[in-house]
T-cell receptor, first 108, second 113 residues
Framework: GQQLNQSPQSMFIQEGEDVSMNCTSS?????WLWYKQDPGEGPVLLIA?????ELTSNGRLTAQFGITRKDSFLNISASIPSDVGIYFC????????FGAGTRLTVKP | DGGITQSPKYLFRKEGQNVTLSCEQN?????MYWYRQDPGQGLRLIYY???????QKGDIAEGYSVSREKKESFPLTVTSAQKNPTAFYLC????????????FGEGSRLTVL
C-alpha cells in the first residue's frame, strides 16, 4: 500500500524556536492533512490541504501541499510549551494513510 | 456538545477473551473508522463503514470484527484470534469516506495480561 515517510521522528527544541517537519510519499494524494495528538488523546485536525501548491496558515502553523502531490510540510513558528505532542501527516486519495508521527518536545 | 465518545478508556483482558470497544458519535456523520496505534507507528486502519449496515476491512482486520446497526454506533470486537491485541484503539468519523477530515475519539487503551 501507499507509504508515508514522516521526518524527523522526534524534535527537542527551546521555547520560541521555529519547527519544521515533512512527509513524503512515492504515491500522489488528492488531500494532505496534519493532525496533532496530545498524550492519551485522539488526534485533532490542524490543517487540511486540497490543492497542489496550496499554502495554508492556522495561527502559528503553516502547511503546504507539494506541487508534485507527493509531499507536504508543516511549520510551527515561535513554539510554546503547549505545542508538545505528536504531529501526524495524512494523505488521502481513496483511503487515508498516516505517517508515523513527529514527537515534539518544547523546553521552556 | 457534538463529538465522538469511546469507552472504556482503559481495559484489561486475559488472553483468550473477546472484548468489545464502544464508539458513539452525534455528529450525524455517515462514515466511521477504527484505527490501531502502536508506539512509533502511524495509525493503521482496522475497519471502516461508509453507511449503516455496511463495513469494509482495512489493512489489519484479522482478529477483529465490527457492526454498524445504527448510524451513531460502530463497536469494535477484539477477538481471541488477534495475536497481539495490546494497543491504543482510536475511533473516528467523517461526513463521508472521501472528505478527508476525520474527527477522532479520545481512544481506548487495551492491555492483554
Amino acid at each position: 500500500g501507499q507509504q508515508l515517510n514522516q521526518s524527523p521522528q522526534s524534535m527537542f527544541i527551546q521555547e520560541g524556536e521555529d519547527v519544521s517537519m515533512n512527509c513524503t510519499s512515492s504515491s500522489i494524494f488528492n488531500t494532505w492533512l496534519w493532525y496533532k495528538q496530545d498524550p492519551g488523546e485522539g488526534p485533532v485536525l490542524l490543517i487540511a490541504l486540497y490543492k497542489a501548491g496550496e499554502l495554508t496558515s492556522n495561527g502559528r502553523l503553516t502547511a503546504q501541499f507539494g506541487i508534485t502531490r507527493k509531499d507536504s510540510f508543516l511549520n510551527i513558528s515561535a513554539s510554546i510549551p503547549s505545542d508538545v505532542g505528536i504531529y501526524f501527516c495524512a494523505g488521502q486519495t481513496f483511503d487515508m494513510r498516516f505517517g508515523a508521527g513527529t514527537r515534539l518536545t518544547v523546553k521552556p | 456538545d457534538g463529538g465522538i465518545t469511546q469507552s472504556p478508556k482503559y481495559l484489561f483482558r486475559k488472553e483468550g477473551q473477546n472484548v468489545t470497544l464502544s464508539c458513539e458519535q452525534n455528529l450525524n456523520h455517515d462514515a466511521m473508522y477504527w484505527y490501531r496505534q502502536d508506539p512509533g507507528q502511524g495509525l493503521r486502519l482496522i475497519y471502516y463503514s461508509q453507511i449503516v449496515n455496511d463495513f469494509q476491512k482495512g489493512d489489519i482486520a484479522e482478529g477483529y470484527s465490527v457492526s454498524r446497526e445504527k448510524k451513531e454506533s460502530f463497536p469494535l470486537t477484539v477477538t481471541s484470534a488477534q495475536k497481539n491485541p495490546t494497543a491504543f484503539y482510536l475511533c473516528a468519523s467523517s461526513m463521508s469516506v472521501n472528505t478527508g477530515e476525520l474527527f477522532f475519539g479520545e481512544g481506548s487503551r487495551l492491555t492483554v495480561l
